[in-house]
């Protein structure tokens, strides 16, 4: 009689170690995912005129000369898994100008996205904003401003991940 019983028990026995080993396998690969998704990180943001022929920001600054045709946000990254959606949307007097979206292909990296006008005048002068958001969350919040004096404008970047 005891044979029968470890005869029934030892198949029972196997498959419930099976199904511990896969349940740790599981669980571990969704800790994984979450530990990666939460490290994006932006290491630098800047708004200038222009890039250089390196690709680095050209005396980046918040206020933006008169008759100037473009800016451009520039960041360095690092964290990401590849398709990252990230969405810059510029902003004036508070209603969205431009909005672009991107999938990242690279874990780090460096972007840059410019704002202009598709006839190539000047922008307009005033205030704007522009966002930086990753996978549909808002990530990073900047101010700056075209030919307004310093004194005048509004509080800087707001970063809202680590």
């Known amino acids: 009689m005891a044979a029968e019983r470890q005869k029934i028990y030892s198949p029972l026995i196997s498959v419930g170690l099976l199904v511990l080993v896969l349940m740790a396998l ?20 800047r708004i200038c005129e222009e890039l250089d022929e390196n690709l680095k920001p050209v005396s980046a600054d918040r206020n933006i ?32 100008i431009q909005r672009e979206t991107v999938r990242l292909s690279a874990p780090e990296g460096v972007r ?29 919040e900047d101010n700056f401003t075209v030919a307004v004096s310093s004194g005048d404008m509004p509080p800087g970047n707001v970063v809202i991940w680590d």
């Open 26 to 45: 599981v669980s571990w690969s969704l800790r994984k995912n979450d530990f990666e998704s939460g490290s994006f990180k932006m290491r630098d943001v």
């Open 65 to 96: 000369p008169s008759g100037s045709q473009q800016v451009c946000l520039w960041f360095d990254y690092a964290g990401a898994r590849r398709g990252d959606a990230v969405e810059i949307a510029w902003y004036r007097g508070g209603g969205m």
């Open 112 to 140: 840059a996205f410019y704002l202009l006008r598709e006839d190539g005048s000047p922008l307009e002068e005033g205030f704007y904003s522009v966002t930086i958001s990753r996978n549909g969350k808002d990530a990073y």
